[in-house]
């Protein structure tokens, strides 16, 4: 009789197995990310073995290659088997959560660093809340909702060192406020589909990063955090929780068609940003090339801590959920959308207000990208070729 329930006959759990099974037949279908894992652990794992004593360097590149394959290795993950294997088991689900939290405090005991109880306890909430409200998130939202999404951002908005310029004042003032119009103008048959909690804990993880409420605990010196890289691997990880992943098309497996999208977006932004930028002044020819390595590590970082964590949330998570509560055409929500990423820029000094119109029209083309293709690794590629022309030709 074929065994349906219980466990393997070596002890293995049949959804565990399963999951194995599903782990491994997805890496062999993604195989461009594999390939990615591989040379981004290569790559920045010489810059460690350079920049950081031997000792050191080995458990530091341990610590980058188990979070890059969180991060990356979301590409090949089972997400239907995964979430079968969460269940509603707690244990599982906060496993992750507190494992980033808990190699966090390893990494600084490893450097030698002292233990801020003040920073540990605040990055622990930060890793927990936004668990804890996609958990129990739900369609139709009620007045306690509200109130919970804006005691978090509160959470993270209010304490902190103050802006330093009125510019800065506004951002913060307007990162509060900009949530509640969505909230308290959204009708009744709105609210109904509006997850709210969802929207708070994505807005939660997103102001934790952007008004840098994490600790800055440097991998490899000038290279990226620890807990940027672990809050990348736990918003991925809360999107299968909440049944989101499959909006955000991260593959790494791309059609002829696919790098055609790329290049014509990529081409049509800069259609209007090199006139634009030369004119106002905004952008000037570099005085000086950098060399080809230190170029296409640059390029490397640029897509993996900048084009892709932006594109999944503006693009894949963002955009996706105000589509769905919204029901506007996409165009429509393509123009909010793209707004918002402009505005998002706004703690960019020194020339705010260009760079604001540059940030909107370049979301504009990023979105295309991703609505064109259904990729938002493709879009993130347009992203990340943006910023790296700019950081590489100009100045």
Same mark, same amino acid.
């Given at each position: 009789?074929?065994?349906?329930?219980?466990?393997?006959?070596?002890?293995?759990?049949?959804?565990?197995?399963?999951?194995?099974?599903?782990?491994?037949?997805?890496?062999?279908?993604?195989?461009?990310?594999?390939?990615?894992?591989?040379?981004?652990?290569?790559?920045?794992?010489?810059?460690?073995?350079?920049?950081?004593?031997?000792?050191?360097?080995?458990?530091?590149?341990?610590?980058?290659?188990?979070?890059?394959?969180?991060?990356?290795?979301?590409?090949?993950?089972?997400?239907?088997?995964?979430?079968?294997?969460?269940?509603?088991?707690?244990?599982?689900?906060?496993?992750?959560?507190?494992?980033?939290?808990?190699?966090?405090? %390893?990494?600084?005991?490893? @450097?030698?660093?002292?233990? !801020?109880? /003040?920073?540990?306890? =605040?990055? &622990? *909430?930060? $890793?927990?809340?936004?668990?804890?409200?996609?958990?129990?998130?739900?369609?139709?939202?009620?007045?306690?909702?509200?109130?919970?999404?804006?005691?978090?951002?509160?959470?993270?908005?209010?304490?902190?060192?103050?802006?330093?310029?009125?510019?800065?004042?506004?951002?913060?003032?307007?990162?509060?406020?900009?949530?509640?119009?969505?909230?308290?103008?959204?009708?009744?048959?709105?609210?109904?589909?509006?997850?709210?909690?969802?929207?708070?804990?994505?807005?939660?993880?997103?102001?934790?990063?952007?008004?840098?409420?994490?600790?800055?605990?440097?991998?490899?010196?000038?290279?990226?955090?620890?807990?940027?890289?672990?809050?990348?691997?736990?918003?991925?990880?809360?999107?299968?929780?909440?049944?989101?992943?499959?909006? %955000?098309?991260?593959?790494? @497996?791309?059609?002829?068609? !696919?790098? /055609?999208?790329?290049? =014509?977006? &990529? *081409?049509? $932004?800069?259609?209007?940003?090199?006139?634009?930028?030369?004119?106002?002044?905004?952008?000037?020819?570099?005085?000086?090339?950098?060399?080809?390595?230190?170029?296409?590590?640059?390029?490397?970082?640029?897509?993996?801590?900048?084009?892709?964590?932006?594109?999944?949330?503006?693009?894949?998570?963002?955009?996706?959920?105000?589509?769905?509560?919204?029901?506007?055409?996409?165009?429509?929500?393509?123009?909010?959308?793209?707004?918002?990423?402009?505005?998002?820029?706004?703690?960019?000094?020194?020339?705010?207000?260009?760079?604001?119109?540059?940030?909107?029209?370049?979301?504009?083309?990023?979105?295309?990208?991703?609505?064109?293709?259904?990729?938002?690794?493709?879009?993130?590629?347009?992203?990340?070729?943006?910023?790296?022309?700019?950081?590489?030709?100009?100045?």
């Amino acid at each position: 009789m074929k065994e349906t329930t219980g466990s393997h006959p070596e002890g293995i759990p049949l959804d565990t197995r399963g999951m194995v099974a599903g782990v491994m037949a997805a890496i062999r279908r993604e195989w461009p990310g594999v390939g990615l894992w591989v040379v981004t652990v290569l790559g920045f794992g010489g810059l460690a073995l350079q920049r950081e004593r031997i000792s050191l360097a080995l458990p530091i590149l341990g610590f980058f290659a188990a979070l890059m394959a969180g991060y990356l290795g979301s590409a090949w993950v089972p997400v239907d088997s995964v979430r079968r294997w969460m269940g509603a088991d707690v244990r599982r689900i906060y496993g992750i959560p507190f494992a980033l939290w808990f190699g966090g405090g %390893l990494l600084r005991i490893l @450097r030698g660093d002292a233990l !801020d109880p /003040g920073g540990l306890l =605040l990055s &622990l *909430a930060v $890793f927990l809340i936004p668990t804890a409200m996609v958990l129990h998130n739900r369609a139709a939202w009620k007045f306690m909702d509200g109130w919970i999404v804006a005691g978090v951002l509160a959470f993270l908005l209010i304490p902190g060192p103050p802006p330093s310029d009125p510019v800065g004042w506004a951002f913060r003032i307007g990162a509060a406020l900009w949530p509640f119009p969505f909230i308290l103008g959204w009708p009744s048959n709105i609210r109904e589909r509006s997850h709210l909690l969802f929207f708070g804990a994505v807005l939660f993880m997103w102001y934790a990063v952007e008004f840098q409420r994490l600790p800055k605990d440097p991998l490899i010196a000038g290279g990226p955090s620890y807990y940027q890289l672990a809050i990348i691997t736990l918003f991925l990880w809360l999107l299968i929780l909440a049944g989101r992943f499959p909006d %955000l098309g991260f593959t790494f @497996r791309w059609t002829w068609r !696919d790098v /055609g999208v790329v290049v =014509l977006n &990529l *081409a049509g $932004f800069a259609a209007f940003a090199l006139p634009f930028g030369l004119l106002t002044g905004f952008i000037a020819p570099a005085a000086s090339l950098p060399g080809l390595p230190e170029a296409l590590i640059r390029w490397l970082a640029i897509y993996l801590f900048i084009g892709l964590p932006e594109e999944i949330l503006f693009r894949g998570t963002l955009h996706v959920h105000l589509q769905r509560v919204l029901g506007w055409p996409p165009l429509r929500t393509l123009m909010l959308s793209s707004l918002l990423f402009g505005l998002a820029h706004l703690n960019n000094p020194p020339k705010v207000g260009l760079y604001v119109i540059m940030a909107t029209v370049a979301g504009f083309f990023y979105g295309r990208t991703y609505l064109q293709t259904g990729k938002v690794t493709a879009a993130a590629m347009v992203h990340a070729l943006v910023d790296w022309i700019w950081s590489v030709f100009f100045q």
